[in-house]
């Protein structure tokens, strides 16, 4: 029998309901120390991913027994780095570190990793090798000056001098998924001495605990326009987390809030501009260039059913429907790395909402978009947005409203579908700032009509993603696509850090108390969202009362 309870809700937040407060006074984590390099058998061979290696990229480490850390004790010497910015592969440096020779469980032997939400700050020193390397510290932390014009490391640092990302990888699994801990540009002082550098640790970033390694990452958008021969050489040296004083705060469990049934793409990671979407597995007749008349007018629509709604967030979170013509692979950022692409997307401001459509044409590796067309709608991104084209040029843009826009659309040619795969197509959201982060544009459905790839998904009767029409194609991280079901309750969320809290769940408020677990559990961006649905509560009673608990 269905059962339809009255779900109340309990959050209990704090840590000393099984400590006392002055447990909590004294506790405190010590320093961890990653890697000193007193001994060959720390290293280092490049490809290792047994103690310290190269990750991915051309870059190369060497274990020097000549050169001995200044700043460190007696004893202990360095890695040596060397890094070609010139590799075609733009990822051109992901070294690896962990404990070694026998201590290496950080990477392999620990289940739990290392809760970095316990630690302030990364700290390594770092020396440049001057008389080797081809291009100066400035180069290396900005490329740009190099090359003006180029993208300089990670495209979702603060600015381009973002010399290094120090990152942690794992989250506890042998397949890591390396997490920002910040951006690094290699100080001036260091071509005439070692400098140590610090890194704070923001307790609260998600996916820090669980770390099973450091990274250090440099990555460069277009390789291709730095000049041959352009290499850097540095050694690494004293690698450690200084730890905390005392343990961070307990988590808050907040109020629940209505999930929305459908196709939800949340904004999960910490990288405000990662893409959360799906791809359509049909790749060839999806085009509508040779197929789309005024008799037969190929349409794409979609349906909005959950959109962010907070001031600070609308005005910068994207829904988006992409298509790119003869791509070469699927991957995750369809739009920056083909030559063509189509984007349709939309954003919401203060009483309107308006669809775009935007092209780029022979443009590799950029955003390089024009607008040819918009439409408005008086309201909020909800309802059926749709692009009907009655010729390869003559396309309508159409609202909730009812409100259209039509324009003539110059490079349909470059859309042809001229080899297999013929049109690989997207359907996703993209965060853009803070406010998005953990919340989710939600479809309830998709249609694509008068093509021969033609397919119709109504999200809102689906239990799952339904993986014979769509693949997943969410941004590296926690999981941000999901089929959220119709007997979805509410979202439980707390924010992290939360090592060692676990979810306890009762009929009354007095307990007994019981551990709690659902299928759908996302490590977010800074929070733990966990959902609960009508089957989860309690058999028998009407109420359910939730709370976080640590041992």
Request: aromatic share 10%; charged share 10%.
């Amino acid at each position: 029998m269905k059962r339809n309870p009255a779900l109340k809700f309990q959050g209990i937040a704090t840590a000393a309901l099984l400590m006392s407060a002055a447990s909590m006074a004294i506790a405190q984590t010590t320093n961890f120390y990653v890697n000193a390099f007193a001994s060959p058998g720390t290293d280092i061979s490049s490809g290792s991913q047994t103690s310290c290696g190269v990750w991915y990229g051309s870059s190369q480490l060497f274990w020097d027994g000549n050169t001995a850390d200044t700043l460190a004790d007696p004893g202990d010497f360095s890695c040596y780095v060397a890094v070609d910015l010139n590799d075609s592969g733009g990822n051109v440096m992901e070294d690896f570190f962990t404990p070694g020779p026998n201590d290496n469980l950080w990477y392999n032997g620990s289940p739990q990793g290392v809760q970095l939400s316990q630690y302030k700050a990364v700290h390594f020193d770092v020396l440049w090798d001057t008389a080797n390397s081809t291009i100066g510290i400035d180069q290396f932390n900005s490329v740009e000056t190099i090359n003006p014009g180029l993208a300089n490391s990670d495209p979702n640092a603060s600015g381009v001098g973002s010399g290094l990302d120090v990152q942690v990888a794992g989250l506890g699994t042998t397949s890591p998924e390396p997490v920002t801990l910040g951006y690094l540009d290699i100080p001036d002082a260091a071509s005439n001495g070692w400098v140590t550098v610090t890194i704070p640790i923001n307790p609260s970033a998600s996916g820090i605990d669980g770390g099973v390694g450091l990274m250090l990452k440099k990555w460069i958008s277009t390789p291709g326009d730095i000049p041959a021969n352009s290499a850097a050489y540095f050694w690494i040296g004293n690698m450690w987390f200084e730890g905390s004083a005392a343990p961070p705060p307990p988590p808050t469990l907040q109020l629940p809030a209505k999930p929305t049934a459908g196709l939800n793409v949340l904004a999960s990671t910490p990288g405000l501009y990662d893409r959360q979407q799906v791809g359509l597995v049909a790749s060839n007749g999806v085009s509508w260039v040779g197929h789309a008349t005024t008799a037969n007018p190929v349409t794409y629509s979609f349906t909005i059913d959950g959109f962010p709604q907070d001031p600070a967030t609308r005005y910068a979170c994207e829904a988006y429907l992409i298509m790119s013509p003869n791509p070469t692979a699927y991957d995750l950022a369809l739009d920056y790395n083909e030559a063509n692409a189509i984007i349709v997307s939309l954003q919401q401001g203060a009483g309107t909402t308006m669809m775009s459509f935007q092209d780029k044409i022979n443009s590799p590796g950029s955003e390089a978009f024009s607008t040819i067309g918009t439409v408005t709608n008086n309201g909020t991104a909800l309802g059926t947005w749709s692009v009907t084209f009655t010729s390869d040029t003559d396309v309508t843009m159409t609202a909730p409203n009812g409100s259209t826009s039509s324009f003539v659309f110059t490079n349909a040619s470059s859309f042809a579908e001229t080899v297999s795969p013929g049109m690989y197509l997207y359907l996703g959201m993209q965060g853009n700032n803070a406010a998005s982060l953990n919340d989710a544009v939600c479809y309830s459905q998709f249609s694509l009509t008068g093509v021969a790839a033609a397919v119709t998904d109504n999200f809102a009767a689906d239990t799952t993603l339904n993986t014979n029409t769509w693949y997943n194609f969410m941004a590296t991280g926690p999981a941000g696509v999901f089929v959220s079901p119709t007997n979805a309750a509410f979202w439980l969320k707390w924010n992290t850090p939360a090592s060692g809290f676990h979810l306890q769940e009762s009929s009354g408020i007095q307990g007994p108390w019981s551990a709690f677990s659902s299928d759908l559990v996302i490590n977010g961006a800074g929070a733990i969202l966990q959902l609960v649905t009508t089957n989860d509560v309690p058999a028998g009673t009407p109420d359910a009362f939730f709370q976080l608990i640590k041992p």
